[in-house]
């Protein structure tokens, strides 16, 4: 195995890198995209390479790799190691014998094979592992990176299917598989898509049978007339999605179908898809309403309707159950009304339970939405605590909301309303919830959790942004919901003392109490994420106001560490500072630090006593801790399986940091 070390040098050519796109693709036919370089031609300026590593991602509802093909001639195709995941492909070259290859401007280095299932597929080139490697070993920049896209096809004007089988089964179309502009009409027999299909409009004759499976998408440009059986099924893999832009009607059946597991979580936050649902539909799953006025939970009785956009919470002990929604569902704009109390808890001031009216995920970036009198945040109940998203950021995935999910908003004043548009649809199969957290400039992530236990954390953001407030603010801050008080809670505050989830701030000027709860005692930790994201210029510090010694150094390790007992709370202790505090940082000579037998030897000729030596690991995991040691000392490292490690040596004069590299 070669290892290439990459550092960066100027080029003298602009380098790009370019996926082709394939546009009116028809679906269940392969697609061919090629690869192509301009600006690594020798006789044109450009530095010839003698390695390349590429990454493309890409939504795989649309599209499934295949193969990799047509390798330039250039290179021997036994040097490329193709592979691809469910989202992403990957490939890589090494020139056998480290021998720089020039390649014409416009080179196509390989195509990828796609097979296209419909829909269409945005193919994402990541920048950042887009590597062009020298004869030297340094890496080449690459100036720009051009996405490719996969569209469907327009298709014929009408198609008529008759017989059994899958959407792109072309043989049960009389005109093709239909397209954008197809007029769609299922005549006879049983369709299921099991690829994502398009079409200008959908018939569904009386007798036949339409089945959208899970994982699947469907999206129909003016709208869907059902006189026989139409359904959106569901299961453990997901849920089928459907965006209809025009009516839905007919005098057939409509079932949309939503499967819940409890196994994760006793309970969850669900709304229809129906513009009116009985309480009858959620029977033996205790269905509670939520109410602002008074921030408790209220069961629904069993004659009760919900209304349009609302969500409820549906409790069970039992196996999965699959609820079945009966009727047409919405596919135009919802407007509902919120209730707000000034009197209430500011936790819980102006909160309503609403729900995702559509059978297909929805954007919460709310650019879009029509608000009055209301705030930005969105919350989601995941499995033991709150997620939040504020219109740009958080830490539900990508900030969309899954087909029939309840959740919370909050208003700010009597009167209030939000309209969810038509427009916020989009096909996705995220499910109860993934994390994915936005890469946004000057916004720090801290995640807070039991050591033992790092599958059950909490999270809080802190995000600079101009013209924001010090105080709390609808329009960018998330106040905290609590969760599961059985696990950690993590949250800021704001300068008028709001509990924030989100707690956004127009600079580095002022200091940031947090708030750290532990479910049950033990050792925890803060890592922090985001620092790369923060000029190097402005210090991270988090201090322990009520501890002068309890000082941790952000820029030296992500990580602080904590003893917490069972359901305490550290109040006001905890302070994010962007300046530096009363901690006087030991200049890099204060002591002699070295390493030899796999022991760490320190003396100094100023003191002759510290009171705290830490141990880290790079990423601030604490290993090990001494207190009260005489100098000269030898330090027998534990728990140290050896490499790069930090040491943090605390005395009353201040603190020294060093990186050591001990072997095993």
């Not at 790092?454 to 924001?468: K, L, Q, R, V």
């Not at 210029?537 to 010694?549: C, K, Q, R, T, V």
């Not at 630090?593 to 990423?619: A, P, W």
């Amino acid at each position: 195995m070669i290892f290439i070390a990459l550092c960066i040098i100027s080029a003298k050519a602009q380098v790009t890198v370019a996926l082709g796109s394939a546009l009116g693709v028809e679906s269940g036919t392969k697609v061919y995209i090629p690869v192509t370089v301009t600006g690594i031609d020798a006789a044109n300026g450009g530095i010839p390479i003698i390695a390349a590593e590429f990454h493309v991602f890409y939504d795989n509802l649309n599209v499934e790799y295949d193969t990799t093909i047509n390798i330039s001639s250039l290179t021997p195709s036994y040097e490329w190691l193709p592979g691809a995941s469910a989202t992403e492909y990957g490939n890589n070259w090494i020139d056998d014998n480290l021998l720089p290859v020039s390649f014409p401007d416009g080179t196509v280095l390989f195509e990828i094979v796609f097979d296209y299932k419909g829909g269409t597929a945005i193919l994402d080139l990541d920048s950042t592992r887009c590597f062009l490697v020298d004869n030297n070993t340094t890496n080449i920049p690459v100036d720009r990176v051009i996405d490719g896209m996969i569209t469907p096809s327009e298709g014929s004007d009408q198609s008529v299917w008759n017989g059994e089988g899958d959407w792109n089964t072309s043989a049960n179309w009389s005109n093709g598989v239909p397209g954008l502009s197809t007029i769609a009409v299922v005549e006879t027999g049983n369709l299921q898509i099991i690829s994502n299909a398009n079409c200008k409009s959908l018939t569904v004759n009386s007798g036949s049978i339409m089945q959208v499976m899970p994982g699947f998408a469907l999206t129909v440009s003016e709208g869907i007339t059902n006189n026989g059986s139409f359904s959106i099924e569901s299961d453990l893999s997901g849920t089928g999605s459907v965006i209809s832009n025009g009516f839905t009607e007919g005098n057939g059946t409509y079932n949309t179908r939503q499967y819940i597991d409890f196994a994760g979580s006793a309970s969850h936050l669900v709304s229809s898809p129906l513009p009116s649902t009985p309480a009858s539909v959620f029977e033996g799953l205790s269905p509670e309403k939520f109410t602002e006025s008074s921030g408790t939970w209220q069961n629904l009785a069993g004659g009760d309707v919900l209304q349009n956009a609302g969500g409820i919470m549906i409790s069970s002990s039992s196996a999965p159950v699959t609820l079945n929604y009966t009727g047409p569902f919405n596919s135009a704009d919802i407007t509902t009304g919120l209730s707000y109390t000034a009197s209430t808890d500011m936790e819980y001031r102006g909160l309503n339970l609403v729900g995702n009216p559509f059978p297909s995920a929805i954007s919460a970036n709310l650019d879009t939405w029509e608000k009055t009198g209301t705030g930005n945040g969105v919350y989601v109940w995941d499995s033991y605590r709150y997620k939040f998203w504020n219109g740009k950021t958080g830490n539900i995935t990508d900030g969309l909301i899954p087909a029939m999910q309840g959740f919370f908003v909050r208003a700010d004043q009597t009167g209030a309303s939000i309209e969810i548009p038509g427009t916020a649809r989009v096909h996705s199969n995220v499910p109860f919830y993934k994390n994915n957290t936005p890469d946004l400039q000057n916004q720090l992530v801290l995640r807070f959790q039991l050591k033992s236990d790092p599958e059950h954390y909490d999270e809080a953001f802190i995000h600079i942004a101009e013209n924001s407030l010090i105080n709390y603010s609808s329009e960018s801050d998330v106040v905290k919901l609590m969760g599961d008080a059985s696990f950690p809670q993590v949250y800021s505050k704001s300068a008028d003392n709001v509990a924030l989830a989100i707690n956004t701030q127009p600079d580095f000027a002022n200091s940031i109490p947090l708030v750290f709860e532990a479910g049950s005692a033990g050792a925890y930790e803060l890592i922090v994420s985001g620092i790369e994201n923060i000029d190097k210029a402005i210090p991270l510090f988090l201090e322990n106001i009520e501890d002068p010694m309890a000082i941790w150094d952000f820029r030296v390790s992500p990580t602080a560490n904590f003893i917490l007992a069972a359901g305490e709370s550290t109040g006001n202790r905890y302070v994010l500072h962007f300046k530096t505090i009363g901690i006087n940082q030991l200049p890099a000579d204060f002591f002699n630090v070295f390493v030899s037998n796999g022991n760490i030897q320190i003396s100094s000729n100023r003191l002759r006593k510290i009171e705290q030596l830490d141990l880290f690991t790079v990423s601030g995991s604490l290993l090990s801790s001494y207190g009260g040691t005489t100098l000269p000392a030898e330090i027998k490292p534990e728990n140290c399986a050896g490499g790069i490690l930090i040491l943090r040596i605390v005395t009353d004069n201040g603190v020294f940091t060093r990186k050591i590299v001990l072997l095993n």
